[in-house]
């Protein structure tokens, strides 16, 4: 995979500010509501966002020198993310089911939707924003 | 072997798991749990409802496994690319319920043209479509579920003792004053899913369903009848009530739902508000034909006397629904007794005089057969009913439990604009 650094350091920019803007939109939902332009919006830059952050997994994988003490950090932070997510998509069955039952109250039900879904995102922003950050590490990274 | 190499062989299998309940999953969205029956069949009503989720889930352990065997890149990257195409297929193929979405849009928009004339969207004002949905589905509302109006909810209220059971209804209704929402105070009769012998009000009577009308202005009662008591189903309800069960038949409950109409006529119309000018009875299931019967008997002779005569209905609702009752169910079969077995028959009952109807159907449902109930409505509007069936490809049985999902959200959709044209 041929990934130039400056790419690279767009590519995790535009990550993290979409993560971001998908943060501040899921708060929003909860004002402005279902709304056909704004669902529509949200809704493209929410499945944008999940795309980026699976590519920014896989361009860690590809790209940090797993023997390096911050590529090491990186990487475990991308199964980290990896497994946030499975348990993240676990909570989100658990809270859409149970919300549809009588058997427990909103309290149970609102935050293991919330934790899935500001979890996943805010796991994405940090990693992103980390990449930037040790980006100038040359040695965290195998640059061709 | 370290510890590092055991817990990362735990990831792996846990991954291959995940990717083999993909596999079922996509089984059950095209097949349906009809084949494999046993535990399937209750599975089947969950699949096409999650798999938009699971997705995600096999989108995740197929980057897992890759991160796990990224030294086969290198080495063995025939392997590594094989399991990354196998990976992404089983979740691109769990994706199909979602992206057969406009297809059922479309479908509902030509039910709709039929019956309600081709401008039906422009004859519902601009007030009244504030408090709709104002689109088929969005994705934020999937994940972020629909937000509830404020509602009240009265439950358990008693309204039969006799025969050894109770029955009893919860009762749903906006905290806002009625008048000023779509539904006005319009009743809907909720009756809950079962195969007539199991179930109850609640739960599995899909309540987001029963709280969203009651926000939207419609009085709601989630009704209990009588159980037959007696009979094992290879699907049956879970959370039956003991209270309910008894020797009956489906007269029996068509005679405790009558009972209820009764009371909602002389008693709880006053207590909760309910406009007896706009009735509609809703099901699922049993409580599908339960609802057939009711909506399309309540003009007949043999049913006279056993509903209150004082309700306008003004629609029946059947989601996943039987045409006709088993035999064995009712107190006489086909044979010695055909018009009273005509009286539990959906496409006997049907007449011009009747109130339209909106369906709601699964191609996958391994149950009720889609094709049972396109006839069953295409025998109806040969009869004179108008008919809108909403049809949702890979859906089963019971996939209206989330209400937020794809096809909850279309449904709900077609729902609360059937309601309002037909009141």
Redesign the interface.
Known sequence: MRIKKNQMNYYFLITLGLNLTTMVMGILYFVIGPDLIFGFLFGIILVISWFLDIGLILIDDFKLAKNNATGKILNRLGYGFVCFQIFGVFCMVGGLFLLNADWTSPLVQYPLIFISFFGFFLFGSILAYLNIKKLDIPEAWNFE | MNKLKIFKLLLVIFCIT?LVWGCLWIYLLFVGGRQLRGVMILLEE?VAQ?AT?MV??C???T??L??LF?SK?IRHPKQYYALAIIGFTIAGLNSISLLATPFTILHANTEFDEVFGPNWESTIPEDVKQHF???PY????H?????EKPIHVEKDVLFYEGENITLFFDVYMSAQSSSQLPGNGSVIINLHPGAWVSGGK??WN???TSKYLAGQGYVVFDIEYGLIEGFHYYAQAPDTPEHVMGNFTIEDQIRHIGIFTKLLETNFSMTYGANLDSVYFMGRSAGAHLAGVMGLGCNEEYHNGTFSPNLNVKGIIPLYSPSAAPEIFLKENKTTNPEMYDAYDLTKLADPQDPPALFFQGTSDGQVSITGVETLESEMELKGVQCCLLIFPFAGHAND?????NIGQVWVYYLERFLYLTQ
């Not at chain 2, 994940?143 to 937000?147: E, G």
């Open positions: 995940i969950f999650s989720l995600g889930l989108v995740s352990a980057i897992l890759l991160k990224s890149r949905l104002q689109t969005i994705l934020p509302a994940i972020l579920t629909i937000p609640g739960t899909m309540i987001s439990f989330v209400l937020s999902t």
